[in-house]
């Protein structure tokens, strides 16, 4: 699957990288990717915010943005798949082109502005969905023109707490102008109190166990947002965090036509910026706290060193772009070897060990 892939991929390449994706999502639907061998060991599972996963890989939110090919996605191999970000109502995103792949980094710039069909299509299907196996988060967003983005958070948990195993609040994607102001001050906290409330409340009204709640952040933080970002979701009952979401940074980029292109860029150079943020989070939020480590995900070795660095469990999407549909059970099969190779039990047991030497080197303009 790995030598097919690498044969068709530069005919990929030369598609539209929008179309390219729309490919893949019909490939997926349709059933023509096939089952892989995935690994299943009881080394690799780990317990978080309450949900038991069969192994700590998950798809990032972006990719199925309409819920369309959440199961598909775990045959892949994935521990879990996160869909949306969605919104109330559907919106177009930014004018196209949005997407840019930077091949030579092996990384994407983006500007879609969360582009979706709207939170009813994608309760519809989850709704088909409900009585199967597999955990599926939600990923939910605000209206670009919404009157009140508050309610747009509080409406897509009342939407999808009954069918998500766990909800993300995404207050960190670059394209959707002002959204990152909820990462701070009076914004983060008026955020959370109402986004708890309704989760509670809607457990309480259904009496059914609250789904675990995470949040979404930036790797591109002012010094001392750690600390109060960190401050508020402890005092406001989240149960996790994601870090972290497209930079608007340009680490360390090797000449391209489309280096300057407007947008969030993800994929391989993320990896040192998102890794450093994951840690601070970590010595900030202590031992328990779970976290859940995104950015520059391509191989096990740098899956390995987000746990390392504080993860409990990591996502990805920009490295399937380039891996291919094999990636996570290489992966996967590749922690396995590494457990073996250092005699280590479990992959819980690899966590925060290289914490401490992540914190001690910054990456360049941090």
């Known amino acids: 699957m790995k030598r097919l892939y690498q044969l068709v991929r530069p005919a990929i390449f030369r598609l539209d990288p929008e179309r390219a994706h729309a490919l893949s999502l019909a490939a997926l639907k349709r059933g023509f990717v096939p089952t892989m061998n995935v690994p299943v060991d009881d080394r690799l599972r780990v317990r978080v915010a309450g949900i038991a996963f069969p192994n700590p890989l998950g798809l990032a939110a972006g990719y199925d943005k309409n819920a369309e090919v959440p199961d598909a996605a775990l045959r892949l191999g994935f521990g879990f798949a996160e869909v949306g970000t969605l919104t109330p109502q559907p919106q177009e995103g930014n004018p196209k082109p949005r997407i840019f792949r930077l091949e030579h980094d092996r990384a994407i710039i983006n500007r879609l502005g969360f582009n979706?069909?709207?939170?009813?299509?994608?309760?519809?299907?989850?709704?088909?969905?409900?009585?199967?196996?597999?955990?599926?988060?939600?990923?939910?967003?605000?209206?670009?023109?919404?009157?009140?983005?508050?309610a747009d958070y509080v409406e897509g948990v009342n939407r999808f707490e009954g069918l998500a195993s766990y909800l993300t609040i995404n207050?960190?994607?670059?394209?959707?102008p002002g959204l990152r102001a909820f990462q701070s001050g009076s914004e983060l906290d008026r955020l959370l109190v109402a986004v708890v409330a309704a989760r509670d409340g809607y457990a309480a009204l259904s009496a059914t166990a609250r789904k675990p709640l995470f949040v979404k952040v930036a790797p591109d933080l002012a010094p001392g947002q750690v600390e109060e970002i960190a401050a508020?979701?402890?005092?406001?009952?989240?149960d996790g965090l994601i870090v972290?979401?497209?930079?608007?940074?340009?680490?360390?980029?090797g000449p391209d036509p489309?280096?300057?292109?407007?947008?969030?860029?993800?994929?391989?150079?993320?990896?040192?910026?998102?890794?450093?943020?994951l840690a601070q989070f970590r010595k900030a939020l202590g031992p328990e706290f779970p976290l859940i480590g995104v950015g520059g995900v391509d191989s096990a070795a740098s899956a390995l060193r987000k746990i390392e660095a504080g993860a409990d469990l990591v996502q990805l999407y920009t490295g399937l772009v380039y891996g291919g549909p094999e990636l996570p059970t290489r992966i996967l099969t590749g922690m396995l070897r590494h457990l073996e190779r250092t005699g280590t039990a479990h992959i819980a047991d690899i966590r925060d060990t290289r914490l401490d030497e992540v914190l001690a080197s910054p990456p360049p303009g941090v």
């Open 116 to 150: 979706n069909e709207g939170h009813a299509d994608a309760a519809e299907r989850l709704e088909a969905r409900a009585r199967k196996l597999g955990i599926i988060g939600v990923n939910v967003g605000a209206n670009k023109d919404a009157a009140d983005r508050v």
């Open 171 to 176: 207050i960190s994607s670059p394209n959707t």
């Open 232 to 238: 508020a979701v402890l005092k406001r009952g989240i």
């Open 244 to 253: 972290s979401n497209t930079t608007l940074s340009r680490p360390g980029l």
């Open 258 to 277: 489309h280096l300057h292109e407007a947008g969030g860029l993800s994929g391989r150079p993320l990896m040192a910026l998102s890794t450093y943020v």
